[in-house]
Every structure is written in structure tokens, then in C-alpha cells.
């Protein structure tokens, strides 16, 4: 059956239907606001090559998608690039089982090569030096203050930090319940210092940022007043910790990573990390174990007296 003029992909904007297709991932996946909004992302960002490369997405072949990707390489990491390359498969794979085009293009394209790598932690002093220099005690540097506490104390992720409503602080004052990857849900402790800097955050500095806005009951607002958004709270960390010197190597998991590797350093078992992070595989949390033999090694190399080298 021949589809009707408004029906051919040439007809519409690339971006209804990666509307579309995000719309099918909520409902029937249920993939998080998260990532939902990580895909937006990468599909304005193709999107946009593609005009000013003077291309519609209904022409574009193996070939385009190649450069394409050669194209995100010049400014992103291989990981990065990979998981940009994801998100195309799987809206050109949609087009396709959906009959809006008649074959996809970029499953015929290799995805990069990536070494495998260690996520970074920082030091106990680095992480400890980062989190005594917010201490100005305005609204601003008490809202990062916590969010910084809760990011290392509870191994949180950026996205979870952001998506924390103040009723979540009203049931248990030890426990928050948090929604991670795939909406699932699991239970985190809250350290006394989290705990502390939340409360002098949400009792005072919360109040000022508000100043008489409607109130969304996100925990996290910005200088208007309005919830902060994951981009929002991750320049605001970065801008932190480039203040200490550590700039260059902060990333949105680098508390999170720290959070575990000390963990793992002071001897916990990693399925209470595990549970902790919420990963679904303990494999994915055994990699803190070679994070922290690796420290070790490079510990015992500078200490040791065997492992030093004589003049």
C-alpha cells in the first residue's frame, strides 16, 4: 500500500518523529526522564548536522552516517560518540519497523572502538578539600554544599540528585528512597553531614531562591527560583571544583565514583555497594575493586621501601 504524501518521512521534520519514538520509549520502556532527555539531545545535535550539511535524514546513507560519526569524534570521546550512535540506532531502527523508511543506515555503521577504563575517583583529602571550600554560607553556596554532600555521601547520580523533591526529606530521616535508571527504586542512607547541610538548605538558603514563586517542591532551584536542571547543577559542580584545582578531572560521576571506591577502600561488601549505586549486575560494581587495587598499587609503589628506587 502506497502511503500518502504527509505520510513520507521527507514530509516532517526529523525531530516529530523523534518524538515519536521518545514518546515510545517512555510508555513501553519506560526509560527515565533522564535519558529521555540525553536522546533529545543527541537527536538535535544530528539534527543539526544534517542541514548544514544540506541532507534530509530520508537520503542519508552508510556514508553520512560514517562521517557523521567522524565528525562527533573531533570533540567527544569514544564512549561519548558510542553511546550517541545508540541513540541513532535505535530511532532509525523505529523509522524502519514503524514503515516511515524502507531500510536503516546506521545498523551498518561499526560503533568506535573504546579501552576499557577505570572510572576516576578522587582522593579522601580532595573530595574533603572540595567540600570545605562551600562555606560562604549564602543561599547559593549552601544549596551546592548539600548537593555536593548528597553526590558523595549517598553515591548518587546527577540526574537522581535533580530529580529529589523536598517531601522526600518528610518520612524518613535517615533513608531517602531514590528513582534511578529504568524508574526502579531503592532505598539510600542519608549521612549525618548530607543530612546536616540538607536540612540548613532546605530551612533557610531553599527559602531565599524561592522568594515568593510558586513552590514546584523541587528540592534543587536555581537563582530564579525554578527547579535545576541536571546541565544546570552539573556547570555549577564543575565551576566548584575548577575553584580547587580539580576541574580538569571532574566529571557528573566523579562523587559517585569516589563514593564507592572509598567505600571499597575502608573494606564494604560490594553488594551493599551495589545496592547502594543501584546497578542490576554486581559485575558492574566489581570494577571498584580494581579501582582500588589499583590505588593501592600505586600507594604501595610511592611508600614502600622495596618498590622506591635507590640513588
Known amino acids: 500500500m502506497q502511503k500518502a504524501p504527509e505520510d513520507l518521512p521527507g514530509r516532517r521534520e526529523l525531530s516529530e518523529f523523534a518524538s515519536l519514538f521518545l514518546a515510545d520509549l517512555s510508555v513501553r520502556k519506560g526509560r527515565s526522564t533522564a535519558t529521555l532527555k540525553s536522546y533529545e539531545s543527541d537527536f538535535l545535535i544530528f539534527e543539526t548536522y544534517l542541514e548544514g550539511s544540506g541532507l534530509d535524514y530520508e537520503s542519508v546513507c552508510r556514508q553520512n552516517v560514517d562521517e557523521y560519526l567522524q565528525y562527533l569524534l573531533k570533540d567527544h570521546d569514544p564512549f561519548s560518540a558510542r553511546r550517541q550512535l545508540s541513540a541513532l540506532r535505535g530511532l532509525f531502527k523505529f523509522l524502519v519497523t514503524t514503515g516511515r523508511l524502507p531500510s536503516d543506515p546506521v545498523s551498518l555503521v561499526k560503533p568506535p572502538k573504546t579501552s576499557s577504563r577505570l572510572p576516576k575517583a578522587l582522593s579522601e583529602q580532595e573530595v574533603l578539600g572540595l567540600l570545605e571550600s562551600v562555606s560562604d554560607g549564602t543561599p547559593l553556596a549552601l544549596r ?119 567505600m571499597v577502600d575502608h573494606g564494604a561488601d560490594l553488594r551493599v555497594v551495589q545496592e547502594l549505586l543501584g546497578h542490576a549486575d554486581l559485575s558492574t560494581t566489581q570494577i571498584y575493586t580494581k579501582v582500588s587495587m589499583t590505588r593501592m598499587i600505586a600507594i604501595h609503589s610511592q611508600f614502600h621501601p622495596r618498590s622506591q628506587v635507590l640513588e
Open 144 to 262: 551546592d554544599r548539600s548537593m555536593l554532600e548528597l553526590l558523595y555521601g549517598s553515591g548518587l547520580r546527577v540526574s537522581e540528585l535533580c530529580s529529589l523533591r523536598t517531601s522526600d526529606f518528610d518520612d524518613h530521616p535517615n533513608l531517602l528512597l531514590i528513582t534511578g535508571k529504568g524508574n526502579k527504586q531503592r532505598y539510600v542512607p542519608l549521612s549525618s553531614k548530607a543530612s546536616s547541610a540538607t536540612d540548613k538548605y532546605l530551612h533557610g538558603a531553599r527559602l531565599s531562591l524561592l522568594a515568593k514563586k510558586p513552590d514546584s517542591g523541587a528540592l534543587f532551584l536555581n537563582r530564579a527560583g525554578t527547579p535545576l536542571t541536571r546541565q544546570g547543577a552539573w556547570l555549577t559542580l564543575k565551576g566548584r571544583a575548577s575553584a580547587v584545582g580539580l576541574g580538569s578531572v571532574f566529571t557528573p560521576h566523579t562523587l559517585r565514583h569516589s563514593c564507592a571506591t572509598h
